[in-house]
């Protein structure tokens, strides 16, 4: 008897959201939609699958111009997640020239643990995140689908930048050590490099020493977090900084104020600051 009022409690409340979802679509059917961007869609090989792109477009861009612009990758890219957070910092450095004016490429998710881990021997990672261990092929649609798919339609100039929180600021950190060549700028917010047993970030020391010609501007950020997740952010930290690179440009931001959760906002206003203040001036 419970589990059958239980079962007609579950139909009630699903006819109830259905309908709240149904009048929501005649809500917006009758109403004139704001656009924040330009949604692209990719069949990609690399993934198997197809992958959404959430484009910010700034104001003035034209297709026929011969004006080309510098391009922003954003990782959680969709539109419920930091795509308009992203897009509408962007707008609003462009009114008070605190930023170039930029493309801003979100890319949607669809697994993101899977997309932005590499392969863990750690039983605990394999437990938490059964999916992972995809990096290497999204890095593949990064580099080869991705970036010439937005070259070839949008007018850009060469310039690129990643952004990536948690775990996207892990698959960020990876790009950076393993193909740094996709990215000029790296913004990296509370990166999740005890991933794996901090695998990654254990490889970091001798990668910044072998490598002293990379010619990078990076910007790590972390809030009040977990101390495992100042261990690793700093572990990155001394890693370039010790390998003697004069060709790195490293800003390293510590965000009190900030948690886990709230940092992103104020991590990449910070960011983009310190990647432009030269322009401003």
Known sequence: MQKSTFLLFLIFISSITLSAQAEDQRFLATQKILPLGVIETIDSKALSETRVLNLYIPQGYHPDSTTTYPVIYLLDGSA???????????????????????IIVGIENVDRYRDFTHPSSDTLDHQDFPTHGGSEAFIKFLGEEVQPFVNKNYRTN??????????GGLLASEVLMRQP???????????????????LVK?????????????????????????????????????????????IELFY?????????????????????????????
């Open 80 to 102: 419920h997640e930091d795509f308009p957070h992203i897009a509408g910092l962007a707008q609003f450095m462009n009114l008070y020239d605190l930023l170039p004016k930029s």
């Open 158 to 167: 060469g310039k690129r930048t990643i952004i990536g929180q948690s775990m």
């Open 181 to 199: 060549e996709l990215f000029d700028d790296y913004v990296i917010v509370s990166p999740s490099l005890w991933w794996d047993q901090q695998s």
């Open 203 to 247: 490889q970091a020391d001798k990668f910044f020493k072998l490598n002293t010609k990379l010619k990078k501007r990076i910007v790590v950020s972390i809030g009040t977090e977990h101390p495992a997740m100042h261990e690793v952010a700093n572990k990155l930290i001394y890693a370039i900084r010790g390998s003697g690179n004069k060709n």
């Open 253 to 281: 931001e510590h965000l009190p104020a900030e948690s886990h959760a709230t940092i992103l906002h104020r991590a990449v206003y910070r960011s983009f600051e310190l990647l432009y203040a030269k322009d401003k001036k």
